[in-house]
């Protein structure tokens, strides 16, 4: 089995990381076109959203050294923020010491909700819903017999009673195994599909059908050891735990906290062609359930070394939606190596968790900017004009004199091209 452990991938061109990645996932001919010339024509995106004018790019980078339950794998990670996947590599190479990361996952179920007003006597309604269960499911499973076929489909329902600022509702959940769906479409056609079913046991009308992003019957988990040999010492781990107690206590730091840990999720969600909103309402919803709180834990164990754990819905599919219609999505699918739903949100705890970890390791020692610093320098420098061998030349004069702007940067290039 190939490595995702590339020494120096970091160092080398565009073209020679595409022919590792290439050699690594069996990538042909055509999918380096795509990625290095085509990406998603005009007429694709024609089709996937309305009033188009042209298409919009993100940078595509591939994370390496992740292990995860025994498996390597190269991450593609679309996102337009600096140090992001050079942070997820460096922290996959140290969870590598340890073992690499372990997963859980809870199954692909997502919820669909129905709304239920104008009831005299919600708790009868209730009663008469649970009583129906059955009926109820065979209509939702009508709406969608190739799901069923593969096993999926409406497999129970549950009803609560909630006090509203319009008084009492019952609210009807369709729990719905979605399979390699991400599901939205799927359970929204059955609520919608139940709804006049509903109206009809309980007496009462139906507003709201709609899936909930709040995915609980979705969860993915995972758990790294990270050596203090490997991520420097005592110390670190010791800044690690309060850097995490900080988060555990305060609203304010928990929300930078687990935004760190979407760096990583949402780049994967992205470049997968999912629906980053959906996962990011499902994160934060997840995270303040019981007051607003870290979506990973660490701890410190008998042996001194750190063990990180993360635990979130992630509600994203190998099918449906943009994934199969994005040629770029389906790339990223065939790079990552992963054909289902339940493969791929068990990568994504896994790279959530490298990214948390790498962003407290990070500011528990010389804080984030320093190698923030490097790439912005970088970003700066092409601005003032710098091209080709000049950008290296004025990153290295720009971190030297300190001061990362865009008047210097000029300055600097001016000064290069009047020596040479
Ligand atoms: P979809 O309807 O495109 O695909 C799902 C369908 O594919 C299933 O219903 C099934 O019939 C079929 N299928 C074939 N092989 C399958 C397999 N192996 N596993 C599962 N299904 C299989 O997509 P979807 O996943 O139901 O919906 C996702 C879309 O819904 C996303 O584009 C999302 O942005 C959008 N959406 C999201 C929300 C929300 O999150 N609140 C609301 C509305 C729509």
Aim: charged share 25%.
């Amino acid at each position: 089995m190939p490595s995702s452990r590339i020494p120096g991938f970091y160092k080398m061109s565009v073209q020679e990381r595409l022919e590792k990645v290439a050699e690594f996932a069996g990538l042909g001919d055509e999918d380096k076109r795509l990625l290095l010339e085509k990406g998603l024509s005009l007429d694709i995106a024609d089709r996937m959203i309305e009033n188009v004018i042209g298409t919009f790019e993100l940078p595509l980078g591939i994370a390496t050294n992740f292990l995860i339950d025994g498996k390597d794998y190269l991450i593609p990670m679309a996102i337009e923020e600096a140090s992001v996947v050079a942070a997820a590599s460096n922290a996959a190479k140290m969870a590598r010491e340890g073992g690499g990361f372990v997963t859980d996952y809870s199954g692909n179920i997502m919820i669909g909700q129905i709304q239920v007003v104008r009831l005299n006597d919600p708790y009868s309604a209730k009663f008469e819903v649970l009583r129906h269960r059955d009926e109820i499911i065979e209509k939702a499973n009508e709406q969608d017999p190739i799901l069923v076929n593969l096993g999926g489909g409406c497999k129970d329902v549950e009803a609560r009673v909630i006090d509203t600022l319009r008084g009492k509702m019952l609210i009807v959940h369709l729990i719905v195994d979605v399979k390699d769906a991400m599901g939205a479409n799927a359970v929204n056609t059955m609520a919608e599909a139940v709804a006049p079913l509903i109206e009809r046991i309980t007496g009462g009308k139906v507003c709201l059908r709609i899936i909930s992003n709040l995915a609980v019957y979705r969860i993915a988990r995972a758990k790294a050891v990270f050596k203090k040999e490997a991520i420097g010492g005592e110390e670190v781990v010791e800044g690690i735990m309060n850097a995490y107690a900080f988060a555990e206590a305060d609203p304010f730091r928990c929300a930078t906290h687990n935004k760190g840990i979407m760096n990583g999720i949402s780049a994967v969600v992205i470049a997968t062609g999912n629906d980053f909103r959906a996962v990011e309402a499902g994160a934060h919803s997840y995270a303040a359930m019981r007051g607003y709180k870290p979506l990973t834990t660490y701890e410190v164990n008998e042996n001194g070394d750190l063990v990180g754990t993360i635990e979130l819905p992630i509600a994203v599919g190998t099918i449906g939606g943009a994934t199969k219609v994005n040629p770029l999505a389906k790339l990223s699918l065939k790079i990552l190596g992963v054909s289902t739903a339940e493969e791929l949100a068990r990568v994504m705890a896994a790279v959530g968790l490298a990214q948390n970890f790498a962003a407290l390791r990070a500011l528990a020692t010389e804080g984030i900017q320093r190698g923030h610093m490097e790439l912005h320098a970088r970003n700066i420098a092409i601005m003032a004009g710098a091209s080709g061998e000049e950008v290296d030349m004025v990153v290295e004069e720009l971190l030297k004199i300190g001061k990362i702007r865009m008047d210097v940067a000029k300055e600097v290039l001016e000064k290069l091209r009047a020596r040479s």
